[in-house]
């Protein structure tokens, strides 16, 4: 299927009517929307929790504060530029490694309607943190629309959360709204994913939750308010000061005087300052000069004080550290502070949405045998995991040279640390004659199992070969997981039965290319020298061989 026919597939089936009409050269507002966004911003209380009103609430409150808005844009562009990874769990079967190549291209560059995967993952980060009522993403896939989805999954798409509304039914958990119909449709489980950030334990709620931008409201709302209160006072051409002259002055005057400046001001072509007014008599006796400043803050207020704490709480409620989201919030830290922080902060928020996500496409959308991983590029991170790998692998060599453990328990060590996959694990059990769970692998030969006995029995000397020929035929050609498997199995057991792998011998003269030999020993992280080679002394055993005559 071409990727044209995937996204008009996945446009046909989709339950969003607004994609499927034809283009128009209005604009993509909606008048009952934009009423609504109206009446939410004419008033200055914020609606109760929970609420649709709440919810338009919070989302016009992003266009009004500049550090949430950043905030929020440093957030998700953090994680929209880690690269999604869709791998095969058994990476030895090739059928499984090529399926997965063709997800991952699908996934990046037709999902959502053929807008991609950055896109999708941009307005389900948005909602998740901007909306109590959460994010929502369609499953888009053949069959009834309020029914199970049949085949593989076609495409995904992001869903308006103001459009979702939540139901007590875990048969069909949410309703949708097509925005252009008008038409609802009850969304099957697998054909829909609602999440939502604290999901509230009242029942009722039906999972609507506390979202980032709710949980920092009155933070936000502070800074919104003070950088008001300052546009108010200092901005939009207040007058600058008040020059009195004389020893009073009529109210009439200095009114009549601003107004005069004002007009000078507007023919001079300014917009946001104010020269000063100057009023005066020149009736007034006791003549005197006074400046009284009308644009200078109260001196209770402290601007970079509280614009840093409201900071700080709007971080915290990203789950991230402060100087994360807004770099030029603190100077000066020094590099164990910023390795501290760097530690702090990881596995938080970003580590909490990635893993979301990762379940997501591992549960909805992907098949069984392969899943999804987001490949967070850390060089602090990559440099400790090496590190430490590191000082296992002298401590698995030390362990084997002193036969504490065998070469199996080593393996199952490493495949509980992730190191290995589980197939590599079986990949290496079998070249040593182990099936995975420590049997020996010869003992296929004497199995009930039609596979192995179609495939082992009455194999000898003389038709071994013939036997590998036809197993490596099947493993080519076949897709069945289970018995791809097991056909390994048995390639294995013939190999180490009838053409066992030859254990090479050094001698001290042929040794391996970068073999070290300064050395003779490793112990515990300590190279011991190898004992010096003298040449022996010809004039002392001439010596020693006649004092013995």
């Given at each position: 299927?071409?990727?044209?026919?995937?996204?008009?597939?996945?446009?046909?089936?989709?339950?969003?009517?607004?994609?499927?009409?034809?283009?128009?050269?209005?604009?993509?507002?909606?008048?009952?929307?934009?009423?609504?966004?109206?009446?939410?911003?004419?008033?200055?209380?914020?609606?109760?929790?929970?609420?649709?009103?709440?919810?338009?609430?919070?989302?016009?409150?992003?266009?009004?504060?500049?550090?949430?808005?950043?905030?929020?844009?440093?957030?998700?562009?953090?994680?929209?530029?880690?690269?999604?990874?869709?791998?095969?769990?058994?990476?030895?079967?090739?059928?499984?490694?090529?399926?997965?190549?063709?997800?991952?291209?699908?996934?990046?560059?037709?999902?959502?309607?053929?807008?991609?995967?950055?896109?999708?993952?941009?307005?389900?980060?948005d909602d998740y943190h901007t909306q109590d009522n959460g994010a929502f993403l369609?499953?888009?896939?053949?069959?009834?629309?309020?029914?199970?989805?049949?085949?593989?999954?076609?495409?995904?798409?992001?869903?308006?959360?103001?459009?979702?509304?939540?139901?007590?039914?875990?048969?069909?958990?949410?309703?949708?709204?097509?925005?252009?119909?008008?038409k609802a449709y009850k969304l099957h489980r697998t054909r829909v994913v609602a999440?939502?950030?604290?999901?509230?334990?009242?029942?009722?709620?039906?999972?609507?939750?506390?979202?980032?931008?709710?949980?920092?409201?009155?933070?936000?709302?502070?800074?919104?308010?003070?950088?008001?209160?300052?546009?108010?006072?200092?901005?939009?051409?207040p007058t600058e000061a008040i020059i009195v002259t004389g020893g009073g002055l009529?109210?009439?005057?200095?009114?009549?005087?601003?107004?005069?400046?004002?007009?000078?001001?507007?023919?001079?072509?300014?917009?946001?300052?104010?020269?000063?007014?100057?009023?005066?008599?020149?009736?007034?006796?006791?003549?005197?000069?006074?400046?009284?400043?009308?644009?200078?803050?109260?001196?209770?207020?402290?601007?970079?004080?509280?614009?840093?704490?409201?900071?700080?709480?709007?971080?915290?409620?990203?789950?991230?550290?402060?100087?994360?989201?807004?770099?030029?919030?603190?100077?000066?830290?020094?590099?164990?502070?910023?390795?501290?922080?760097?530690?702090?902060?990881?596995?938080?928020?970003?580590?909490?949405?990635?893993?979301?996500?990762?379940?997501?496409?591992?549960?909805?959308?992907?098949?069984?045998?392969?899943?999804?991983?987001?490949?967070?590029?850390?060089?602090?991170?990559?440099?400790?995991?090496?590190?430490?790998?590191?000082?296992?692998?002298?401590?698995?060599?030390?362990?084997?040279?002193?036969?504490?453990?065998?070469?199996?328990?080593?393996?199952?060590?490493?495949?509980?640390?992730?190191?290995?996959?589980?197939?590599?694990?079986?990949?290496?059990?079998?070249?040593?004659?182990?099936?995975?769970?420590?049997?020996?692998?010869?003992?296929?030969?004497?199995?009930?199992?039609?596979?192995?006995?179609?495939?082992?029995?009455?194999?000898?000397?003389?038709?071994?070969?013939?036997?590998?020929?036809?197993?490596?035929?099947?493993?080519?050609?076949?897709?069945?997981?289970?018995?791809?498997?097991?056909?390994?199995?048995?390639?294995?057991?013939?190999?180490?039965?009838?053409?066992?792998?030859?254990?090479?011998?050094?001698?001290?003269?042929?040794?391996?290319?970068?073999?070290?030999?300064?050395?003779?020993?490793?112990?515990?992280?300590?190279?011991?020298?190898?004992?010096?080679?003298?040449?022996?002394?010809?004039?002392?055993?001439?010596?020693?061989?006649?004092?013995?005559?």
């Open positions: 299927m071409s990727d044209n026919q995937i996204v008009q597939n996945a446009i046909s089936t989709s339950v969003q009517g607004d994609i499927k009409k034809p283009p128009e050269e209005t604009g993509a507002s909606n008048s009952a929307i934009n009423m609504l966004f109206m009446l939410g911003s004419a008033s200055s209380l914020v609606p109760p929790w929970w609420s649709t009103a709440r919810d338009i609430y919070l989302r016009q409150l992003i266009t009004k504060s500049d550090h949430l808005a950043g905030a929020l844009y440093n957030f998700s562009i953090k994680l929209r530029t880690i690269p999604l990874r869709i791998l095969a769990k058994n990476e030895s079967i090739k059928s499984h490694v090529n399926l997965a190549e063709a997800y991952e291209r699908e996934l990046k560059q037709l999902a959502d309607f053929g807008k991609g995967f950055d896109t999708t993952f941009s307005k389900w980060i369609e499953i888009i896939a053949d069959g009834p629309k309020d029914g199970p989805i049949r085949g593989r999954v076609i495409s995904i798409a992001h869903l308006d959360s103001a459009q979702c509304t939540r139901t007590s039914n875990p048969e069909y958990p949410v309703i949708y709204k097509d925005l252009e119909t008008g999440t939502s950030q604290r999901p509230s334990a009242k029942a009722g709620m039906n999972d609507v939750g506390y979202c980032t931008v709710s949980n920092i409201l009155h933070s936000v709302q502070s800074l919104i308010d003070n950088m008001t209160y300052k546009e108010e006072r200092v901005g939009s051409r009529d109210p009439e005057d200095v009114r009549l005087a601003i107004e005069l400046q004002r007009t000078e001001d507007t023919n001079s072509g300014l917009s946001k300052y104010s020269r000063a007014v100057l009023a005066g008599s020149r009736n007034v006796q006791d003549p005197k000069f006074d400046i009284y400043r009308l644009t200078q803050m109260p001196e209770w207020f402290n601007e970079r004080e509280s614009t840093i704490i409201s900071m700080a709480v709007i971080a915290m409620g990203f789950g991230m550290d402060a100087r994360e989201l807004f770099p030029a919030m603190e100077t000066g830290a020094s590099k164990a502070d910023a390795i501290i922080s760097h530690i702090k902060q990881r596995g938080k928020g970003p580590g909490h949405v990635l893993s979301i996500m990762e379940n997501i496409l591992n549960v909805w959308v992907l098949p069984s045998f392969l899943k999804a991983s987001f490949d967070y590029q850390d060089d602090s991170e990559d440099r400790q995991r090496a590190e430490i790998t590191n000082v296992r692998a002298q401590a698995r060599e030390r362990d084997l040279n002193s036969y504490v453990v065998t070469k199996r328990v080593v393996r199952q060590n490493m495949l509980r640390d992730v190191e290995i996959t589980r197939s590599q694990f079986e990949d290496l059990e079998l070249e040593d004659g182990r099936l995975p769970s420590g049997v020996d692998i010869t003992v296929l030969f004497e199995s009930d199992d039609p596979d192995y006995s179609r495939w082992l029995g009455g194999v000898n000397e003389s038709n071994w070969e013939d036997k590998k020929k036809e197993i490596d035929k099947f493993l080519i050609n076949s897709r069945d997981e289970q018995m791809i498997i097991k056909a390994r199995r048995a390639l294995a057991a013939i190999k180490y039965e009838y053409n066992p792998p030859e254990e090479q011998q050094y001698s001290q003269n042929d040794k391996p290319v970068g073999t070290d030999d300064s050395y003779e020993d490793e112990r515990y992280g300590r190279k011991l020298p190898k004992p010096v080679d003298t040449v022996d002394d010809e004039t002392q055993r001439y010596q020693e061989r006649n004092l013995n005559e």
